[in-house]
Every structure is written in structure tokens, then in C-alpha cells.
């Protein structure tokens, strides 16, 4: 009898349609995985990512390359990965509003929940409530009895129309009971450079983009929208201290897969993520951002992200921003 050899097994499969079957039986991952930013290059964004992918490439033994596809307010990275082979070869850096937020604002080509395998929560990146010092308070009362005693001096500044930076403000906003004029940007960057300049008097921004900022005295922090004081503004009260408990909403990130990927793939990817949380280079990497963790498993980061839809949906009705 002549012996079997492996490739005439792979041929024979193969004409059956059966050899994604046997090379299923690899053990994942087996070549480099793609990690999707949803945002521009440079970004805090792009840096956890690109931080992220570096120390599970030690847990998983294979490169993980970070390709970023920003536009679409986060729409087109994110749908690029509801779109692709759930094999676990392709990866999602997640927010609110490629999940959550711009869904419920618009028709998007992909279920910002539905479509998705969640994998692990990856950080939260509170916001902070700044001002130009020309502005003359110091704290949130002080900003409450100024925007009350002047209606429609005040304007404030977000890195775009519906993101996390306009919704912490808005958040902020109809608890204090005062308005003040939205001026959107398309990204950080601009919106803290009129800032800077003072053609806008206030923003609530992420602390990444501020913390230089606030250094040098050029912006004055008046309350961090974390649940805990930031160790890089121990000075600075938190959103809740200063009276508004509830109005922390910040800009969050998870780990997510296409839907159907395989629960092997899932899970060696969930205990890369759990390694990956538990080394002190990533608590140093989510520090350097003013990002605190989010140790969550997959069930808990579904219901996180459930839970996100929920609180929005609340508040872009009261903004009338829900899509029709």
C-alpha cells in the first residue's frame, strides 16, 4: 500500500472544499493581525492602538499591524471591520461613536452592536473642562454664575459634531441649566488652537490633548470628568465633586472582532487582553494619555457598550440629534 502524504490529504480536501476545515485545526494566531484605529494617525487614539498592538504582539507571537482608517466620524474603520472575515485576522480599536454614537445619528451600512464580537474593554479617557484664563473664573460654580449673568457670551469648543468632546459638554451643560454656543472642529487639534487663542472661551476635551496646556498656564482645568481625580491634575476636582455627578462622559475604547468570530479565537484573544492588562507598561502607556483602565471580559464589554447606547440615545433625544 503506498503511504498518505499530508499534501495529498490537503489536495483531496481542497476538492471537497474541505481545506479551510483542516487548517482550522492550526492553532490562531498563524500570520499577522490588522488592528483597525478608526481615527487619523497621531491621535491619542492612533497612540494607544499602536501601543496596545505592541504588547499583545508579545502575548500572541505574531506582528500586529495598526491600519488606520479614519473619516465618517469613526463609520468607516468601524464598518471596514463589520465587513471583514471573522477569523480574527482583523481587529477593531471600538468607540462610542463608531459603535454607538454616529449610528444613532445617521444610516450607517453596518449594527454598531449587532455586527461585532467584543472582546475586552481597552481604556477610558475621561475629559476635562477647560478655559481660557482671559474667561477670569476658577471653578465650575464661578463658569455657572458668569454664562447665567452674561446669556450668549460664552461659546465652547469640540473636536466635532456629535463626538465625545460635544457630548460631555452637552452632558455638562443641561445639568448646570445654562447654554453656551457649540462651535464644532474637525479634530482636537483645531478646536484647542482657538482655545489657545481665545476666539473660543471654553472646551471639554480630553486631557491628552490639554495636559501640555495646562502645564504652561495657558488653559485653566476646572473640573476632570473621570470617577476618580486624575493623578496628573491631583489639584483638579472631578466632574462630580464639583456638583455634577452623572456628567462624566468620555471617550472609550474596547477591543472588538467581526461577528461569528470563532470563541477559541475570542478567547485567546480575551487572555492576551487580561495579560496585556495586568503589565505595568500598559498602566504606564494608559497614564501618558490620561486613560484609565477598563478591565472588562467579553460579556461585561457588551453590556458596557449596551449600556453606552442606552445613556445615548437619552441624550441625543434631548439634543435632537437622533436620526429619524
Do not use: C
Not at 471537497?16 to 493581525?33: C, E, K, M, S, V
Not at 495646562?214 to 481625580?229: E, F
Amino acid at each position: 500500500m503506498r503511504p498518505i502524504h499530508r499534501r495529498s490529504v490537503l489536495q483531496a480536501a481542497a476538492a471537497l472544499g474541505l481545506a479551510p476545515a483542516l487548517h482550522a485545526q492550526d492553532a490562531y494566531p498563524t500570520r499577522p493581525i490588522k488592528l483597525v484605529n478608526p481615527y487619523a494617525a497621531g491621535g491619542p487614539a492612533d497612540t494607544l492602538a499602536r501601543g496596545l498592538a505592541r504588547l499583545l504582539e508579545q502575548r500572541l507571537k505574531q506582528p500586529i499591524v495598526v491600519d488606520n482608517k479614519a473619516g465618517g466620524a469613526a463609520t468607516i474603520g468601524t464598518g471596514f471591520v463589520a465587513r471583514s472575515r471573522a477569523d480574527g485576522y482583523t481587529l477593531l480599536i471600538g468607540t462610542s461613536a463608531g459603535h454607538v454614537v454616529t449610528p444613532l445619528m445617521q444610516k450607517v451600512p453596518y449594527d454598531g452592536l449587532g455586527d461585532f464580537a467584543f472582546i475586552g474593554g481597552v481604556g477610558n479617557q475621561p475629559s476635562v473642562l477647560v478655559v481660557h484664563p482671559s474667561v477670569g473664573v476658577s471653578t465650575v460654580q464661578e463658569l455657572i454664575a458668569l454664562a447665567k449673568k452674561e446669556p450668549g457670551k460664552l461659546n465652547y469648543a469640540s473636536a466635532g459634531s456629535g463626538g465625545g468632546t460635544h457630548l460631555a459638554a452637552e452632558s455638562f451643560l443641561q445639568r448646570a441649566g445654562i447654554q453656551i454656543s457649540h462651535v464644532p472642529y474637525g479634530g482636537a487639534a483645531p478646536a484647542i488652537k482657538d482655545v489657545l487663542g481665545g476666539q473660543v472661551q471654553m472646551g471639554m476635551l480630553n486631557l491628552a490633548a490639554t495636559q501640555a496646556f495646562i502645564a504652561d498656564g495657558r488653559l485653566k482645568p476646572l473640573a476632570y470628568g473621570g470617577a476618580q481625580r486624575s493623578p496628573l491634575l491631583p489639584q483638579v476636582p472631578t466632574m462630580a465633586e464639583a456638583g455634577f455627578k452623572g456628567s462624566q462622559v468620555s471617550t472609550w475604547y474596547t477591543l472588538a472582532a467581526p461577528k461569528r468570530t470563532p470563541v477559541d479565537v475570542i478567547e485567546t484573544l480575551r487572555k492576551a487582553m487580561a495579560d496585556t492588562q495586568a503589565d505595568p507598561a500598559y498602566q504606564t502607556l494608559l497614564s501618558s494619555l490620561g486613560a484609565e483602565r477598563l478591565d472588562l471580559s467579553p460579556a461585561q464589554t457588551t453590556a458596557f457598550v449596551q449600556a453606552d447606547k442606552v445613556a445615548m440615545t437619552h441624550l441625543l433625544g434631548k439634543l435632537n440629534l437622533l436620526d429619524k
